[in-house]
């Protein structure tokens, strides 16, 4: 009974998640492959049951593993008192390469949920311009086992007249947009991050771990989002939720590891700032007037791209124009420098440069 315990407290919290995770996954294509009525269905249902199937065993042959070598331990303790020390110390490498294992399962895992139920790659969510895989960031730690980088995201299609809300805003130079048509792959990935949600979050990124560039994930507002770390503090880090474009400080220990097949998605938040605007020349009023306008349209839009963009400070920002949804007229007019120094709702005429 002793032993059985002493097993037992090797089975991270982690692992049993990732096999209730995985047992779940293969009973329910099992099920959908015994209620299927017709051969091209059953076919679709049995491959994904297989390779749910799969990865269930990989799990159990590491609990095998992690069996094994307890027991090793523990006849090595009653064959030599002199090994406690060394025993000990193989325990705790023992409890790092089952982490090391759990996390290598999630960032290799490549099936997400469709709406349906089904098994789907998470590369066929994506369009064709956008399906580069994710690959370590030269400012990322590429010896750490969690160094993901999101994939490139493609530039707004200039011309193009895009549905589309505004997420996060602090100006007319400095706004987040997240275009309609990125709405059903992003639900896809959200979804996946709710049903992993329990196992991610039993495993914090390592303080020593955390990386500027890294892709990550966080809770807001009760969600686990996709977040991509900023700046690292003492106690704890700067991210932006790289979906919405929102900014938030959160605890060190309360950063969790991105699974690399989602980091496949590119981040579908696009920074944009108004085209024609003049940086020096913004006072408090214009962004007033900016936010009444996000509110009062409630910030939905149609963005025309013009193919441009401008970097202001470590960032560039794709420069569109705002047009309302309903009558295309352009919002973004009452914004630009005119002639005289000074734009529509400025409170001040600003000299000429």
């Known amino acids: ?14 692992m049993k ?4 995770h995985a ?48 027991f090793d331990e523990l006849s090595s303790q009653y064959t030599s008192a002199d090994n406690g ?7 705790t490498s023992s409890g790092i390469a089952s982490r090391q294992n759990v996390v290598d399962w999630l960032r290799a895992s490549s099936p997400t949920l469709s709406d349906s139920g089904s098994l789907l790659p998470i590369i066929e969510l994506q369009s064709s311009s956008s399906s580069t895989r994710s690959v370590p960031a030269t400012n990322v730690n590429a010896n750490s086992s969690l160094a993901v980088t999101y994939s490139p995201q493609s530039p707004l299609v200039a011309g193009e ?20 048509a990125s709405r059903s792959d992003l639900n896809q990935v959200e979804h996946q991050l709710r049903v992993l949600a329990e196992t991610l979050s039993a495993v914090p990124i390592e303080k020593d771990e955390l990386t500027i560039g890294m892709a990550c994930c966080c809770y807001w507002n009760g969600e686990l989002l996709r977040a991509e770390v900023l700046h690292i503090g003492l106690e704890d880090a700067q991210l932006r939720l790289i979906d919405s474009g929102i900014g938030r400080f959160v605890p060190l220990d309360q ?18 700032a108004i085209a024609h605007v003049d940086s020096r020349k913004l006072d408090a009023q214009t962004v007033d007037h900016f936010d009444t306008l996000l509110a009062s349209h409630s910030s ?8 441009k963009k401008r970097r202001f400070g470590d960032s560039e920002r794709e420069l569109v124009d705002l047009f309302d949804q309903h009558t295309s007229v ?11 120094g000074k734009n529509a709702v400025s409170s001040r005429k600003w000299p000429k440069t």
């Open 23 to 70: 047992f779940i996954q293969t009973f329910k294509q099992f099920t959908a492959v015994s209620n299927s009525t017709d051969v091209h269905t059953a076919r679709s249902h049995l491959s994904a049951f297989q390779t749910s199937l799969a990865d269930l065993r990989n799990l159990l042959a590491i609990l095998e593993e992690q069996a094994n070598d307890h």
């Open 300 to 307: 939905r839009f149609i963005v025309k791209a013009v193919g």
């Open 1 to 14: 009974m002793e032993r059985q315990q002493s097993l037992d407290q090797t089975v991270e919290p982690t």
């Open 161 to 180: 007249m895009i549905a589309c809300e505004v997420t996060a805003s602090l100006s007319p130079l400095e706004f987040y947009i997240v275009p309609d």
């Open 255 to 272: 950063i969790f590891p991105m699974p690399a097949f989602l980091a496949q998605l590119p981040p579908v938040a696009h920074l944009c």
């Open 330 to 340: 352009n919002l973004s007019l009452p914004y630009h420098i005119q002639s005289n």
């Open 17 to 20: 998640n990732c096999l209730k």
């Open 85 to 91: 020390a060394s025993d000990e110390e193989a325990g």
